[in-house]
Each structure stands twice: as C-alpha cells, then as structure tokens.
C-alpha cells in the first residue's frame, strides 16, 4: 500500500472567471484538484484568457490544475477541416494550459470514422508529435484519455494505447488519463476480484511506469463491455465502491490526481461525490 495520497476534486464551472469561479466551485466540493475548458467544449472558438484570471491559478500551488480538450477534437478524421481545427484547438489548450499553470491537458483518443485504423495512427502522428515537440519543459503533458468502445474509436482498451505511444515515440511530455467509467465500458471489469489491478498493471505493461498522469473518476450507468459512455456518481453504478478503493491502493496510481466528471447540476452531488473518495482514498 502507498503512503502517496492523490489529490480528489472535479471538473469545475468557469462562470464568473477561469479561477474565480472556477475554485469558488472547487472550496465548496472540497476538490484538491481541479479540470476546467479553457474554450466551448462543443465548438471550435479560441478565446483569448483574462492575464488576472490566469495569474490567481498560475499563483497558487496548492490545488492541481488541468485542462479538457473539447469534445469535437479528433486526430483521427478523415476531413481535413476538423484534423485542421482540431490541432489549433489542442494548441490552444496546450497555451491556455501553460498559462495558468496547469499540469496536463487531457485530449480523447479519437475516431477513424470511415478510414482505417493504419491511416488514422499515421494520421495521429503527423498531427500530434509536433504539437508535443512544441512543449516547452515547464509546459502541460499531453494526456490520452482512452474512450468507451463505441464506433471506430481509435483506442478503448488500455493495451490500445501502445500503438498511439509507438507513433509519438514515447515522447517525454505524453501522459495517460484513465477515465474508469470508460475502462468499464471497454470491456475492463474493474468490479470484478483483481480486475483493477489487471487494468493497471496492463497500463504500465503498454505504455511504462509513470505514464499515468490522471485519473477521472466516474462511475457507470451501464454493465461492463457495454460500449456506452454514461457516467454515475460515484458508488451508485455498475462498477461500485470497492473498486475505487482498489485504484487508490495500486502503485501505478500514487499519487495521481482523481478528478470526477459525475453527473449533478449543483454541489451536493459533486461534493458527496468528493467526500466519497476521500473516505475510500483514506480508509
């Protein structure tokens, strides 16, 4: 068992300022750490940040900061126009991320959609290496979130993930966030006895120690392999408690921030949810 504790908190709001609102949100759930958008997570605009918002979470160390890329982000099209957009958008982020300090900048791993899967890695590596080449050392990793398995998505599994590293050579400023309720999705039972630490150990097999830079931690709607992508708050799905207790304890991630992207418009949920894993993370 590790002594490291990681950090729990939540995707926040940004109304009313990046870090005003942002960690106004976060002190009444009780986060530790922090996930925001930096743009409309459902369009392509690249905003301009505000030098005094960005200064107050620059500033201060004792919360963790990372940011989502938005949804239509996908290396993997076949159009040219959304490959395009989709490196403006990730260097945008990558930008906006540095500039408030954030410590990675999460990005799904994407969708062939109508063309082989050998053409959208090789896609993805034209795409994505220079970007990771533009990092500055003090900048955010990069970090690959593996989706649920539906559609031709390029990388569900986390033993999937060993291609997409293969093509990016293993760059220095490439991460991983695991997403569990996407793990469950794709067919890894984490309910099951030992089935954390399969999947993790498997992590660390494909892509090597280390690489793990953040987990989200959701819980399922819906049964393990189902292909589908619906988060439930945390203990009240398919996957459970225990689970997340498990993930807490395996080496792979000590240490590593918990963010939860649970459903609830308010912070009651948001905040149970918090207050759940810290017991499970403490217990």
């Known amino acids: 068992m590790t002594s490291v504790k990681s950090p729990v908190g939540g995707h926040v709001p940004v109304a009313g300022g990046l870090a005003t609102g942002g960690l106004k949100y976060a002190a009444e759930i009780g986060a530790e750490a922090v996930q925001v958008f930096v743009s409309n997570p459902r369009g392509w605009a690249l905003p301009e940040g505000r030098p005094e918002e960005d200064a107050k979470l620059r500033e ?25 957009k989709s490196i403006a958008s990730v260097r945008h982020s990558l930008t906006r991320g540095r500039a408030i300090g954030a410590r990675g900048v999460v990005v799904h791993t994407g969708s062939a959609v109508s063309q082989s899967y050998e ?91 280390g690489r793990l830079k953040l987990v989200h931690a959701n819980d399922s709607k819906d049964i393990c392999g189902s292909a589908k992508d619906r988060h439930e708050n945390i203990g009240a799905g398919q996957i459970g408690e225990k689970p997340f207790a498990e993930l807490f304890r395996h080496p792979a991630a000590a240490g590593v921030p918990f963010i939860i992207e649970t459903p609830g418009r ?16 403490d217990g």
């Open 60 to 84: 201060q160390d004792a919360i963790p900061v990372y940011v989502h890329t938005p949804y239509l982000v996908n290396f993997g099209s076949p159009s040219a126009e959304t490959l395009e």
């Open 119 to 209: 053409d959208a890695l090789a896609q993805v590596r034209e795409a994505v290496l220079p970007l990771l080449e533009e990092i500055p050392d003090d900048g955010p990793d990069l970090l690959l979130e593996p989706m649920a398995g539906q559609g031709r998505m390029l990388c569900a599994k986390v033993q999937e993930l060993g291609p997409f590293f293969e093509r990016l050579e293993h760059h220095p400023k490439l991460g991983v966030c695991f997403d569990t309720c996407h793990a469950f999705a794709a067919g890894h039972d984490l309910s099951s006895p030992g089935g954390v630490a399969e999947t993790m150990d498997a992590l660390v097999e494909t892509v090597g120690a």
């Open 266 to 281: 308010s912070t009651e949920p948001h905040g149970k949810d918090v207050e759940t894993l810290k017991r499970l993370r």
